[in-house]
């Protein structure tokens, strides 16, 4: 057990609806970071936040926003979905930000698109 | 940019066989790499890093030496078992503090 947990495990919606991951990181870390596990674009960095503030974007697309809360808990929101965005999408959490420290997984949320 | 690559897969060997999955990368800037392992229907555990050149990660028996004149960073192990059957991913973290992803080598274990 990582420490992070991610609500909820499984969410099946219909394409056009929009949904929201929930990600708590470990006690004491700072920063949280959103990736998309899918099998034709393998591991994708999306966005990372550190204590509040939004830090690096990666291949996030405009239909996804996140944010992360005063208790640090973080919120990832896909909205106007499609087949494509069909994954399992992870939230990572580390004590600070920097190339050294170790990122943290969740178990992940697997949305399926129908 | 930076970039990582792995031996593609599946990895099929015999219980207690040696283990080595190939990866190397492309980096601008002095990142640190690390290996992490998904377990079937599990989320991506850290199996071990290396923050700079000539450093070695071990951990669980498994080891890989941050090689800076090859760019690789090799997993390895000597002996493996059922259990070690997963994917296993190679990756770096740059300046941007992100993780770059390889694709996954799948490793098939048999008794």
């Known amino acids: 057990d990582s420490g992070v947990t991610q609500t909820p495990k499984h969410l099946i919606t219909a394409t056009g609806q929009r949904v929201t991951l929930r990600c708590s990181p470990r006690s004491g870390d700072l920063s949280v970071y959103w990736y998309q596990q899918s099998l034709d674009q393998g591991l994708q960095f999306l966005i990372q936040y550190y204590n509040g503030e939004e830090r690096a974007k990666g291949n996030i697309l405009e239909r996804f926003s996140a944010q992360q809360f005063p208790d640090l808990h973080s919120e990832l929101n896909l909205s106007s979905l499609e087949l494509g965005d069909s994954a399992l999408y992870f939230c990572?959490?580390?004590?600070?930000?920097?190339?050294?420290?170790?990122?943290?997984f969740g178990p992940g949320t697997r949305l399926t698109v129908t | 940019g930076n970039s990582v690559t792995q031996m593609e897969g599946p990895v099929t060997l015999s219980e207690e066989a040696f283990l080595t999955i190939n990866c190397t990368y492309t980096a601008t800037g002095y990142p640190s790499l690390f290996w992490y392992v998904q377990y079937p229907g599990e989320g991506l555990q850290l199996l071990l890093k290396?923050?700079?050149a000539d450093d070695k990660g071990s951990n669980k028996g498994f080891e890989a030496t941050y090689r800076k004149e090859t760019t690789s960073f090799h997993l390895e192990k000597g002996s493996v078992q059922v259990s070690d059957s997963a994917v296993y991913f190679c990756?770096?973290?740059?300046?941007?503090?992100?993780?770059?992803w390889g694709a996954g080598t799948k490793l098939i274990i048999k008794p």
């Open positions: 290396a923050t700079k």
């Open positions: 990756a770096l973290s740059d300046r941007d503090y992100q993780l770059i």
């Open positions: 990572a959490s580390s004590v600070g930000q920097g190339r050294a420290y170790e990122q943290y």
